[in-house]
């Protein structure tokens, strides 16, 4: 019989580091000693490109446009450490249905049980920023992924995204949709940021799973096409995302966030507007104003 | 679900319910709309963009509820198609669309293509109209309407498609005098358009008029283009035609007139001649002898099927369920002309609420203060529920309603869509004998229902 496979699904805003994070997990959990495959969802396809020394791999819809029938083994690339990495793909910028790809992409898979015959560990969807249609809500609904982590920084925008991605959890929670890990806070090196973060997660009853902050050893990692746990196994930076994977690892029961309402969301980013523009002009606002 | 009601004139009105739930409408979609225009010009072909299914399903609505009406050139299933799949949905249809137009250009003789969208392609946003140009240097001009089906119904398809050939098709030039467009009679969604058109062009030549009608004729790519040329259009009905007829206005400077319904019977035609005379300003000495010529031979008939109307009831409760611009014309000259007395309206085709004062105001002054309830409505199941409440002996309607009217051993006619027991060619209710033909269809059931 095979082991449990547990399918994690990773969404969070464009840029704010989320194929890095992604991969950095993948890379720490394969050299833990589980067996992983990466699963990029965005139609750019750079999801696993340092898994793999820096390069592109074949997409699934770029095979499925050619042929009609596609074999696994045609999509599915040995990245670092054997992990696998497949890149769904998608149309080229402003035309076609890039949501409708996506399904296309993982519905393939299931129906083949890929999964299965690759006796996988974990499975992780690294999805394309916001939860813009019902085609990128694919992984967390249908039964796919257990659960879902967003990666966020302290950036209001950021916090947008995830809420939306809140919504999207919470509207298919009750359809056996998966459930939200919670929130991993990226590029968190002021300390402001972290209270940002922490405050979001505390109102929509979440949870940050870990704080990553930003490290120049990511970027030399990457120029060389690698993440940071192959490029500097022995780096803090690297122990951060070995801590995280091992968190994501044994993380057992995900929750029903709880989304703020559009104005419940402006109040909320005002409050902290105000706050920040205090803070630059030398207020003193946090726990430190009773001292 | 209750009713709303709305005291504002002296008709009783009921306005339809905020169901988000239509049983049977009575109408399809918008790339229905546009098929029906485009297969009825001569020679054009048609190029459905659309998933596989979307024209079969037209085609079937069509050919069973539009009064049994076969084929024209190139249509039914024969229809060119994209049959647009999940790979087309993922990356674009805009490739499988420029295979097909070359494709149907190099095997189907036409004077024209055109391609009509459906929802597949609307929702993933393939841009036609660049797919299109690339084909300017053909020998056939290849034109295209956006008749996505959720971005309305048979109507709206019909208008774009009209709207699409006046701005891809036609160019400015000299106004001929005389010359008219005529639009309100949307092929199959009004099951008597070919009767209707043809009469109502009739009565135009008849006044001394040059009439395109674009579809139902010979006039082909030539009629499309004539209509940049019209002095005036004519839209017979309160709604439909209106978007065409303001775009040749704001164009080519074209005026035109709306005539809310259609004109049944001596009253109404005369109406309708004398309001596009003084538009064109046409001699009052033609038209009055026209008038006169008519109405003689029109009221010498009426007369001829008066004594058989009178012995049986003169004031027989009739109901009508239609489209505005028939379901008003029928009642007014059963009403005003006929003797009869009109209990229930209902009218199904969803006019916009600007032109609804004007469809009650035609039913408001009604011969001997008879006074109809007038309800607007779309949903059958709604529409059933004000019949079962309402009295009469004969129902002109659709065949939905035929079987309540059966259980009740009423008298039905279909004159609107769907028309499923009734072959439809040249009828028509139009004109000054009409109304007579009216008389003819449903007086024989009375006369001898068994």
């Known amino acids: ?291 | 679900m209750s009713l709303r009601s709305a005291e504002n004139t002296s008709n009783k009105i009921e306005k339809e319910t905020d169901s988000k739930c239509l049983e049977s409408p009575k109408y399809t979609c918008a790339l229905g709309g546009a098929l029906a225009v485009i297969t009825n010009i001569d020679r054009f072909v048609p190029i459905i963009h659309a998933g596989a299914g979307c024209g079969t399903n037209q085609m079937l609505s069509f050919r069973s509820g539009g009064g049994n009406q076969g084929i024209g050139y190139i249509n039914g299933m024969i229809t060119p198609s994209s049959n647009l799949s999940e790979k087309e949905v993922v990356f674009g249809g805009e490739e499988r669309l420029a295979q097909q137009i070359r494709a149907t250009i190099d095997l189907m003789d036409g004077d024209a293509f055109m391609v009509a969208n459906g929802c597949i392609a609307g929702m993933i946003g393939d841009d036609i109209e660049a797919v299109v140009r690339g084909f300017t240097e053909e020998e056939v001009p290849v034109a295209y309407v956006n008749s996505s089906g959720f971005a309305g119904n048979t109507y709206l398809g019909y208008e774009e498609t009209l709207k699409s050939l006046i701005n891809q098709l036609t160019k400015e030039q000299d106004i001929v005098k005389g010359r008219v467009n005529v639009f309100g009679f949307v092929p199959y969604q009004d099951i008597f358009w070919r009767g209707n058109l043809s009469k109502i062009g009739n009565i135009l030549r008849g006044i001394g008029l040059d009439v395109t009608q674009v579809i139902g004729d010979f006039s082909g790519l030539e009629g499309v283009r004539r209509m940049s040329s019209a002095e005036l259009t004519i839209v017979v009905s309160p709604w439909v035609g209106l978007g065409p007829a303001k775009l040749l206005e704001e164009k080519y400077g074209i005026p035109y007139l709306s005539f809310p319904n259609l004109p049944v019977g001596p009253q109404d035609t005369t109406e309708f001649v004398r309001l596009v005379s003084k538009a064109l300003k046409l001699p009052a000495r033609r038209i009055n002898k026209y008038v006169q010529q008519q109405e003689r031979q029109a009221y010498y008939e009426l007369d001829i099927a008066g004594d058989v109307c009178a012995q049986f009831s003169t004031s027989l409760p009739i109901a009508a369920v239609a489209d505005s611009a028939t379901a008003v014309g029928v009642v007014r000259f059963l009403a005003n002309e006929a003797g009869f007395t009109p209990t229930i309206v209902v009218i199904n085709d969803d006019p916009p609420e600007e032109v609804r004062e004007t469809i009650l105001s035609r039913l408001n002054d009604l011969r001997a203060n008879v006074k109809p309830k007038v309800i607007f409505e779309v949903d059958n199941y709604e529409l059933n529920k004000h019949l079962a409440t309402a009295y009469y002996r004969v129902i002109l309607a659709s065949s939905q309603e035929r079987f309540a009217a059966q259980e009740e051993n009423q008298i039905h006619l279909s004159i609107s869509y769907p028309a499923f027991e009734r072959l439809v060619v040249n009828d028509t209710y139009a004109g000054y004998g009409g109304g007579i033909a009216l008389l003819e269809d449903f007086m024989t059931k009375f006369i001898m229902p068994y």
């Open chain 1, 1 to 291: 019989m095979s082991k449990k496979l547990t399918q994690i699904a990773i969404y969070g805003k464009g840029g704010i580091g989320k194929s890095t994070t992604t991969s950095n997990i993948s890379a720490a959990l394969s050299v833990a000693g589980y067996k992983v495959m990466q699963f990029g969802c965005d139609p750019k396809s750079d999801s696993t490109n340092t898994l793999r020394g820096g390069t592109y791999i074949p997409t699934v819809l770029d095979t499925l446009r050619e042929k009609n029938v596609v074999k696994p083994e045609e999509v599915i690339f040995e990245g670092f450490n054997g992990i696998y990495c497949v890149e769904a793909g998608g149309p080229a910028p402003g035309v076609g249905c890039a949501g409708r790809g996506i399904i296309t992409a993982v519905q393939l898979f299931k129906q083949k049980k890929v999964f299965e015959e690759y006796d996988l560990d974990y499975v992780i969807y690294d999805v394309l920023g916001d939860v813009v249609c019902g085609g990128f809500a694919v992984p967390i609904r249908e039964g796919i992924a257990e659960h879902v982590f967003t990666v966020s920084s302290a950036d209001f925008m950021a916090i947008f995204a995830a809420n939306n991605l809140f919504k999207g959890i919470h509207k298919y929670s009750n359809s056996g949709g998966a459930l939200l890990g919670g929130v991993i806070a990226n590029s968190i090196n002021e300390p402001y940021a972290k209270d940002i973060v922490d405050d979001f997660v505390d109102v929509t009853k979440t949870q940050v799973v870990e704080y990553i902050p930003r490290s120049v050893t990511v970027t030399q990692s990457e120029l060389q096409g690698k993440t940071t746990v192959e490029a500097a196994p022995d780096s803090k930076q690297a122990q951060v995302y070995k801590k995280l994977a091992e968190k994501i690892a044994n993380h057992t029961e995900s929750k029903v966030p709880e989304p703020l309402g559009i104005e419940e969301l402006r109040n909320w980013a005002a409050k902290w507007g105000e706050t920040l523009l205090a803070l630059q002009s030398g207020e003193v606002r946090s726990a430190a104003e009773k001292i």
